[in-house]
């Protein structure tokens, strides 16, 4: 095996598994939302590898589904409002995160089944994430309005990171990475990284939103 393809079995494997241990750090604080979408991550991750490994026609489905209801439909949005729990005290009503995750499928296997839409696809990717950016500035505003400097930096470079990632996956190509190879390399650590800082910056801000109550109680 060569030392790109171990590279990218290395990178895919750390996003596997971050994108799993932190979405159940986020199931057990009560974050359906976000913790679904880590998990969705690692489901997306698994099946790239299980189809790398394997040529298996199966696996590859789930991962253009599991890419494009992350990337369109379902990622940006719902980490929005999963997010929002710390920033704006948003609470889902009940069942609401099953409809919204069920309503962004439909919606994802609506824009992929659709060949009018295909051209339009990589711009609509592209506008969805950038609106995640626009918040992510704002989320790492509020910490460094908290005086979290460290998340609001981490934060920060999360944002233009993947902001770049997003622009890359459909835009520009790496000299000599005809496979989108060395792309992958790049950018599984970038989304790991996503997947561990955003964890961190929302129990600090959680945090900080809790000794605020307590100062205002009685």
Request: proline content about 4%; charged content about 15%; hydrophobic content about 55%.
């Amino acid at each position: 095996m060569e030392i790109d393809q171990q590279l990218f079995f290395l990178s895919f494997g750390v996003l596997a598994a971050t994108s799993s241990i932190f979405g159940l750090k986020f199931f057990r604080k009560g974050n359906h939302l976000l913790g679904a979408e880590w998990l969705l991550i690692a489901l997306s991750t698994a099946s790239i590898l299980v189809y790398a490994l394997g040529s298996v026609d199966a696996a590859y489905d789930v991962a253009y589904l599991c890419d494009a209801f992350l990337r369109g439909c379902g990622g940006p949005p719902i980490m929005i409002l999963g997010l929002m729990a710390v920033t704006h005290e948003y609470k889902p009503l009940p069942y609401f995160d099953l409809y919204l995750f069920g309503g962004a499928a439909a919606g994802t296997a609506a824009l992929v089944e659709a060949d009018a839409a295909a051209r339009y696809m990589p711009v609509f990717y592209l506008c969805t994430w950038t609106l995640l950016s626009i918040y992510l500035a704002y989320f790492a505003w509020r910490l460094l309005r908290m005086r979290v400097v460290r998340h609001a930096i981490g934060v920060a470079l999360v944002a233009v990171l993947a902001q770049s990632v997003a622009v890359a996956y459909d835009f520009f190509t790496l000299p000599g990475d005809e496979e989108n190879l060395y792309f992958y390399i790049l950018a599984a650590p970038v989304w790991s990284f996503l997947c561990v800082e955003m964890y961190y910056a929302y129990c600090a801000l959680e945090r900080w939103n809790a000794c605020s109550e307590n100062k205002i109680s009685p």
